[in-house]
């Protein structure tokens, strides 16, 4: 039974950062690129960043770039994704997904980030 389980969302006030975790188990973690996505009030899914299945290189849209990081261990089967100098727009819930721009096989049942002083 393939899961993705999110973890680490909450409140966090503008300026302060969160670490998101995503938990895989069911299927070879090691083989696939994976992605983080979002999903905030009233709008569409945005993709966020994606790693390569070695962790050899990394994408993020520009509206994170240079304050989110994202990072897997394939030992642990876990994706993480740091989030440092929040801003209110990053308010959403943050999805972990098995796949990039060729597809997504995989989706976990996302996380909430609220971004609020």
């Known amino acids: 039974q393939v899961q993705l389980v999110e973890s680490g969302g909450g409140l966090a006030q503008p300026g302060g950062s969160l670490r998101l975790s995503c938990a895989a188990s069911?299927?070879?973690?090691?083989?696939?690129?994976m992605s983080w996505a979002r999903q905030a009030p009233g709008k569409g899914l945005e993709w966020v960043s994606g790693?390569?299945?070695?962790?050899?290189?990394?994408y993020y849209a520009d509206s994170v770039k240079g304050r989110f990081t994202i990072s897997r261990d394939n030992a642990k089967n876990t994706l993480y994704l740091q989030m440092n100098s929040l801003k209110p727009e990053d308010t959403a819930r943050y999805y972990c997904?098995?796949?990039?721009?060729?597809?997504?096989?995989?989706w976990g049942q996302g996380t909430q980030v609220t971004v609020s002083s």
């Open positions: 790693i390569y299945s070695d962790g050899s290189d990394t």
């Open positions: 997904a098995a796949g990039w721009a060729g597809g997504y096989d995989y």
């Open positions: 069911g299927f070879t973690f090691s083989t696939y690129a």
